[in-house]
């Protein structure tokens, strides 16, 4: 019986299939696993910014919701907190938990400073102020789709460029200085009796060192500006509390986000000025809703010149000096009302060149890379390929 039973022991398709099997799963286990794990943390942290929104979004919605019921935001947040749901984040149960113990939501955002953005946490507080939030919930709203913005740049190769191209392009001129070079120096001392080498290789070569900390420093800019996108507010909040006028003089300088500043500014302004707020505390208020120093500067500025007896119209030239924003507020001063209808225009035309300037400036940056990049591996190929085109041409002579 055991006799009969060889053959099928010993079947060559079975074990084929059987090692087949095993092959493929080792190739899914040592393969496949560990490049979807790269892959998902890609986009976990290209998508950091739409998920830190979406739960602003949702905190914005359950308020509005809860307004609409005659309930106060206190009380949407406890009840909203009893249901234990997790999508809502650690944060948002933290804020519940201030608010459980008395505090208004202005003083419990203060305590939990990262539950919501720093512009949206002003504008929620200042709408507590005038005793009507839902008046500023639209402006929040328009805040919050920044983050489409920020993660369509950062989807044109900028990331790639920072973990993949641009540190392989500093590598391979090192590599070549350290392993490459000295090689071909021994080749050609020894068949042409100590000759030196081409002028352009020479040169390339020489200055490699110089080369290299020019890429390294490159290299660290984008580490740093990705290590920026990557950690959100909690890193802005140290760099802010550590260089808080640099910071805000920088993105105040920055195109996109002086648009996006100027359209947040506009959009409180004009819904404290419907709420009858007095100028000097609109634009005062208005100001700190940007969460921005450099604003806050000008708008003190504004409020002195406000206080001279200066118009709002002319007074706000301190702070922006486009003539569109003058004119619409001139007539909206003459109807004595409807400022957020007659800036809602604006709002969105400022929102869309932000996002045009910002896709712009992603493309250009990634362009230039790619093209610096690819002009000194070319410099580097050309010193190396020209001292081989001399050993070609010394050995045709001989």
């Known amino acids: 019986m055991s006799d009969s039973f060889t053959p099928l022991l010993q079947s060559s398709p079975i074990q084929d299939f059987a090692l087949t099997v095993l092959g493929f799963l080792i190739y899914l286990l040592l393969g496949l ?49 009893a249901s234990r749901d997790r999508s809502l984040g650690v944060r948002f149960y933290l804020l519940a938990a201030h608010v459980e113990e008395g505090l208004r939501l202005s003083q419990a955002l203060e305590k939990v400073p990262r539950v919501l953005p720093a512009q949206v946490r002003a504008m929620l507080i200042i709408g507590e102020r005038i005793g009507d939030i839902r008046k500023v919930l639209p402006a929040c709203r328009l805040l919050l789709r920044d983050s489409v913005s920020q993660v369509r740049g950062a989807l044109n190769y900028l990331i790639l460029l920072a973990f993949a191209a641009t540190p392989a392009v500093v590598i391979v001129p090192v590599v070549l200085k350290i392993f ?45 500006v990705t290590l920026a996108y990557i950690g959100g507010p909690r890193l802005h909040g140290w760099i802010h509390r550590a260089f808080p006028s640099a910071q805000d003089w920088l993105l105040f300088r920055l195109p996109w986000r002086h648009k996006r500043l100027q359209r947040d500014f506009s959009a409180m302004l004009a819904v404290l000025l419907d709420a009858e707020v007095p100028e000097t505390e609109a634009v005062s208020f208005a100001a700190r809703a940007t969460a921005n120093f450099a604003v806050i500067r000008r ?100």
Request: hydrophobic share 55%; charged share 15%; proline share 3%.
């Open 180 to 224: 490459v070079m000295p090689k071909f120096v021994e080749v050609f001392a020894g068949m042409l009796d100590g000759r030196s080498l081409p002028g352009f290789t020479r040169l390339v070569f020489g200055g490699s060192t110089i080369t290299t900390a020019i890429q390294l420093g490159i290299v660290g800019v984008i580490f740093l």
């Open 299 to 398: 708008a003190r500025k504004v409020c002195a010149l406000l206080q001279q007896g200066v118009k709002l119209p002319e007074a706000i030239r301190a702070l922006d000096n486009s003539h569109e924003l003058h004119w619409r507020l001139s007539n909206a001063l003459r109807r004595g009302s409807g400022f957020v209808r007659a800036l809602t225009g604006w709002h969105e035309a400022l929102d869309a060149k932000a996002f045009q300037l910002e896709q712009a400036a992603a493309q250009v940056v990634t362009t230039v890379l790619v093209l610096v990049n690819g002009l000194i591996v070319a410099t580097f190929m050309i010193a190396v390929f020209l001292v081989l085109i001399t050993l070609i041409n010394t050995a045709a002579l001989w």
């Open 33 to 81: 696993v560990p490049l979807c794990g790269v892959i998902y943390v890609i986009y976990f942290l290209l998508t950091l910014p739409l998920r830190r929104n979406e739960r602003a979004r949702m905190i914005l919605d359950l308020i509005e919701l809860g307004l609409q019921e005659g309930r106060t935001p206190e009380a949407t947040i406890t009840s909203v907190a």
